[in-house]
Nanobody, 125 residues
Framework: VQLVESGGGLVQTGGSLRLSCTASEASGRTSSTYTMGWFRQAPGKEREFVAAIGAYTKYADSVKGRFRISRDNAKNKNTVYLQMSSLKPEDTAVYHC?????????????????WGQGTQVTVSS
């Protein structure tokens, strides 16, 4: 099972970044049949839900209107994206991609079976 994130980096307040998460074929997960989610973890804090996409999308209140989750279901492309705009210093965290069976986009960490290693997002003030 392998989920690989990319796209993190350093950005100024108000800037934008797009994160990508690709599920390997070996994982058996494809973004078209599973819910894919994004969580984030800041230093000293619990890992928290950001957004998920299954049959529909779900967002944390803190990112609504600023972040957008989408996916590419084209053949051989099992990729989910997180477009982040109007970034704030409090968005700084390691962002992890996650996957779960079924198409209900739940926000509880324990409902996800597979996790990526994470990608660092740093927003400077």
């Amino acid at each position: 099972v392998q989920l690989v994130e990319s796209g993190g980096g350093l950005v100024q307040t108000g800037g934008s970044l797009r994160l990508s998460c690709t599920a390997s074929e070996a994982s058996g997960r494809t973004s078209s049949t599973y819910t894919m989610g994004w969580f984030r973890q800041a230093p000293g804090k619990e890992r928290e839900f950001v957004a998920a996409i299954g049959a529909y999308t779900k967002y944390a209140d803190s990112v609504k209107g600023r972040f957008r989750i989408s996916r590419d279901n084209a053949k051989n492309k099992n990729t989910v994206y997180l477009q982040m705009s109007s970034l704030k210093p409090e968005d700084t965290a390691v962002y992890h991609c996650a996957a779960r069976g079924g198409l209900v986009p739940l926000s509880t960490r324990g409902n996800y079976d597979d996790w990526g290693q994470g990608t660092q997002v740093t927003v400077s003030s």
